[in-house]
Structure formats: structure tokens, C-alpha cells
């Protein structure tokens, strides 16, 4: 404590602001999106997105859907400059969202700020209470159907590569769409083969800044914003349908805290998914969002992945490489983090480990000093770590498959592993079979479950 009180003040103080402001949202024909916020009287932020308009999409434009979306996008990406305060209040100064829309927004600020405040020590979860608008114009959600026209995000690892293949396989009519141009994403499109409608979002500079003086910074539901701004340009460019790349695990938590359950991906997770259908239904009824990988599990996604070759020289999951300070950018997989850990761990009962050396530059399994990082994705230190990983469970499922491996199983870490973890562990966790099924708690249409099990099978 002695130390805190002897520190320089910091210059922006976080606590005295009392609301935070939607102020404006413009798009432009060529579209330029401008998202403009406040806190209080005194700050005003101004987020620019540059969406792609392909003139030669031959759809007709519907304004509705465009004006629904572009409001939903300006709400949902407002959670990066709110976080830098996480004042008590909102106004929406451009209309009040309707109730469905308003109760996603109440858990992105909310929840989907849980780790930002774990990590940060704050008495609680931020609770900001959105005001809500009329009733929606009694349009029901989508019935079920098969999709006409999907975009398909693509940020650069296994994930929606396998997203993409099982859609391609479908034989709906598809292109990708990015948000930014990382090097994996780049080559990932590559790979694919197929139009993709590149987006850039620039924050306001201001929050850097801000960061360094002393506000509130950490983890925001970046998968929400995500979505939203390929939703936007799905209707730009006559697109019904956003597919994302989000697995079953994503809806397991990190940690309880407080009497709530910390999820690193809670905006992935299945709950925010359809709390976002049934804001679609409000604001741009005939646009839908689904995650196609909804009813696997990592492993299961890793196992086909495996087999897609093509794609094993282009993808990159370490975040390192998407920071957003490009001087701390990495260039390659760092292979020192819970997802190079994690991704390394999941091929391996599917790969050799010679193509893993190869795809990594380094053996993680044979290294002495990976062994408690490994040891940390079975929750040995008492939860999954935070980051995008698989649940405990398959983990410990990819550990026993290569404990039953020679290739692997004299591996310096898969053999301590087995020796001082499993040991510890009921027979049952962890169990192979289970971790590899495929769930039925999931929304993709009944049209395209039989591409999904054809790919995600065994």
C-alpha cells in the first residue's frame, strides 16, 4: 500500500465521469463509417471503419437493414471507449435500442467486461443499465432455413478454415470477409481461394493515450464487434447470412467470481449468439448469424484441420501477431503462450511430430520448460487460462490419445504429463470419445448438419 500512496497521481482519473454517450453514426456511400461517442461533456471519441462495397454484388440495397446494423455496430463497438471509465450511466442520444437489443447490449457491458474486471481488481462486474426503446415492429425471428448468400469471417487460424471448407462443401454461395489484413488472414485467403471483402477499423488514437495515463484497460467482447461490423457489410453488399467459426467450448467459462462465471470468450459463447438472433429480428429482419462450429469442440476442429493440408503453411493463431501496437507484433508463433500451447497440444494426436517442428519451429512436447504451461491448459492452476483455448477436459483428452502414441508418447512433456497429471485426475475426465463428439445444442440449419458432420467426424 505504501507504494501506491508514494506513486505519481495518474493524469486521467477513471472515476469521474458519469455517463457514457452515443452521440452519432454516419455512413457514406462508399463506406466510411463514423461511430462517435462521449463521456460526459468532456471527451469525445470518434471510431472511422471503412467497409467494402462491391458495386458488382447485383443485390438490391436495403436501407432498413442497413440503418438496423449500422445502429447495432455503433452500440456494440462503443464497449472499447466505454471500458476506459465504465462510468454508472448511458444515453443514447440516436434513439433507444429495443428490448432485445438492449438486453445484448447489457450483457456485452456487462459480462462481456467480466475479465477486464477480474483482471483489474474492481469490486465487481460493470452494470450499466440500457435504456429500452419501443417494442419491435412484431417482425418474429428468422424461420429455419437454408442460407442463400454467406460471409464467412476469416481471421487467420484453424478455426475458420474449417468454417469455410464445411460452408464451401454445402454449396452455398459464399465469400470471406476480414477485419484487418493480418499475414495468416492474408494467406489463409489465399489458400481459400475466394472473394473476400476486406474491412479496416481504426480506433480512436485518443485511447492509447488514455491507456497510458491511467484508464481502465484490459479485455473487450472483440468477437461481438467482430460480427456486427461483417453483418454491416454482409447487407452492403447482398448478404443474408454472417457464418462464424465459434466452437462449443467458447461458451465454458475461465473462473467464478464474485458469483459470476469469467469468460475470456463469452462473446463467442452460444448465449450471446442467440441474444444477437433475436436483436437481428429487431433491427434487420432477414439477416442472420450462426457458428456452424457451434457443435464441436477444439479437438474435433483440430482433427480436421489436420487434414487440411493446404492451409497448415498459412495459419497462425498466436495473438501475439494481432496486437494492436505493431511494435509489439510478433512475426510467427511465439511458442510461449496458452494458445501456441494449446494449438501445438490439439494437432498433435493428429499430426506427426515432425510437421508440427516444422509448422512451429520448435518441439513443444519434448521442451522441459513448456511442462507447466501444458500442465496450466488442464487447469492445474486452478483454471483455464485466458485466452482462446479448449475447456480442461480436452486438454486432458488430446493428453491421454498421445500417451497411447509411440510418437509421441516418449516426448519429454507428454510423458511427465501422463506420469504427474493424469494420475491425479478421475478416469473419466478427459475421456477421448467425449471430448471428439459433436453436440446437437446448436442453431446451424438442418440443411448443412450433414456437411458439418462429414467434415468434423472422424
Known sequence: MAADTEREPALFDPTKFESFRFLAREIDEDGHVALRYALDDELVFVEHLHLPIDRGAGATLDEGRVQGLLALLHWVAGVSYFKVSLPPGVSCETGQPPPATAALLDALYSEGLGELAYTNELAGLPAPSFPRGGEAAGIPPRPPGEPSRALVPVGGGKDSAVALEIVRRSGCELALFSLGDAAPIARTVAVAGLPRLLARRDLDPRLASLNEAGAINGHVP?????????????????????????????????????????????????????????????????????????????????????????????????????????????????????????????????????????????????????????????????????????????????????????????????????????????????????????????????????????????
Request: glycine share 8%; with cysteine.
Open 222 to 458: 472483440i468477437t461481438a464487434i467482430v460480427t456486427c461490423a461483417a453483418l454491416l457489410t454482409a447487407a452492403l453488399n447482398g448478404f443474408d447470412t454472417v457464418v462464424m467459426a465459434n466452437e462449443r467450448s467458447a461458451s465454458a467459462g475461465n473462473v467464478r467470481w464474485h458469483g459470476v462465471e469469467i469468460n475470456h470468450q463469452f462473446s463467442k459463447g452460444l448465449r450471446v449468439e442467440r441474444m444477437l438472433r433475436s436483436a437481428l429480428a429487431e433491427l434487420a429482419p432477414g439477416m442472420r448469424s450462426f457458428s456452424i462450429l457451434r457443435g464441436a469442440s477444439e479437438l474435433a476442429i483440430a482433427r480436421a484441420f489436420a487434414r487440411m493440408e493446404p492451409y497448415h503453411q498459412a495459419f497462425t493463431s498466436c495473438n501475439a501477431l494481432f496486437r494492436i501496437d505493431a511494435g509489439r507484433r510478433a512475426s510467427a508463433w511465439c511458442c510461449d503462450c496458452p494458445k501456441c500451447r494449446f494449438v501445438y497440444l490439439a494437432l498433435a494426436p493428429f499430426s506427426e511430430p515432425e510437421h508440427l517442428r516444422e509448422l512451429f519451429g520448435r518441439d513443444l512436447l519434448d521442451e522441459d520448460g513448456q511442462f507447466e504451461g501444458f500442465a496450466l491448459l488442464a487447469a492445474s492452476g486452478g483454471h483455464k487460462p485466458f485466452e482462446c483455448v479448449g475447456e480442461e477436459q480436452e486438454s486432458v483428452a488430446a493428453i491421454r490419445l498421445l500417451a497411447t502414441q509411440d510418437r509421441w508418447s516418449g516426448h519429454r512433456v507428454v510423458r511427465r504429463l501422463v506420469e504427474e497429471l493424469l494420475p491425479g485426475l478421475p478416469s473419466a475426465f478427459g475421456d477421448p470419445a467425449s471430448a471428439l463428439a459433436l453436440s446437437d445444442e446448436t442453431d446451424v440449419p438442418a440443411g448443412m448438419l450433414d456437411d458439418v458432420r462429414a467434415v468434423l467426424g472422424a
